[in-house]
């Protein structure tokens, strides 16, 4: 807050963090009383600094643990709405149904937990009613787009021995196509499983696969855990739900839309898949090799948005 003194009375202005006033009041202080106020506000401010400073020192301990994860990871584990590819599915598919707006409200419903991710996702699909032969049609005009950098990216892990796996909220018949795309097996993606009606219309979706639900992708780093006994899981993903999901590190991706819970609590957060390439190939966050060099950088043809979830 502010403070300013006309004689014995103070002016003191509360302000918010954007600068706004948020009150105003006027008080009649002695000196004693003023200069009171000001060792205390001189130790709140010192207090904060010190604050500020740990913070900032514990951030960068964390990331540079999650850089050194990187290098020696033995199992990489990317979500795929808005990482692996550049948009939405779902929303896409909704757009395409003519259920855009409605389905966009949906979401940001659940996104502010009212509504579990199952009933959320049930709820979407009801409105969106995606046959067989309308899905079909929705593959074939609006195929997946990779994000710029994470063929070479899952390319260059595949050469180093490092299973990738693609973890998403998604559907089958949309994620696999991207999963051949980039080599990955199929028995590597965990995604929903949308069902239909002999006659091809919507039927619902498998409620057993293990991302059906709130917290799906952190029962399936525990289960590749248990069945393959990794020790050094690394998932990427521009998401909550993706940090939440308790792997060994985590990786925050913001080339396609930056949410802003996501940069500020992720223990190492990047923009392009370009930089972890870098790292993997010169020990270095920043350095690209020539192969991928800044041109291709600016050559990205999508935008960042920046999200508040």
Known sequence: FTM????DLAHICVMEESGIAKYKISVNIDTNTYHAIEEILEYCNMTKGLKDTAASSQRSKQE???R???LSTDCVCFDVDSTVCVEEAIDELAKFQQVGAQVEAITRSAMG???SFRQALQTRLNLIQPTSERLEQFLE???SQLTDGISEL?????ERHVPVYLITGGFHSIVDPVAKQLNIPLKNVFANRLLFHADGSYAGFDENEM???SGGKGCVIKYLKTKYNYQRIIMIGDGATDMEANADGFIGFGGNVVREKVRDNAPWFVNSFYQLIGQLRNNSIDSISQTNSDDQLAARTYSTEIKTI
């Open 141 to 143: 005009n609006y195929p």
């Open 68 to 70: 050194q994860l990187w």
């Open 64 to 66: 540079e643990s999650t």
């Open 4 to 7: 300013n003194i006309f004689g």
């Open 211 to 213: 991302t059906s639900d």
């Open 154 to 158: 899952i390319n260059l892990l595949h």
């Open 113 to 115: 937990g009212n509504m």
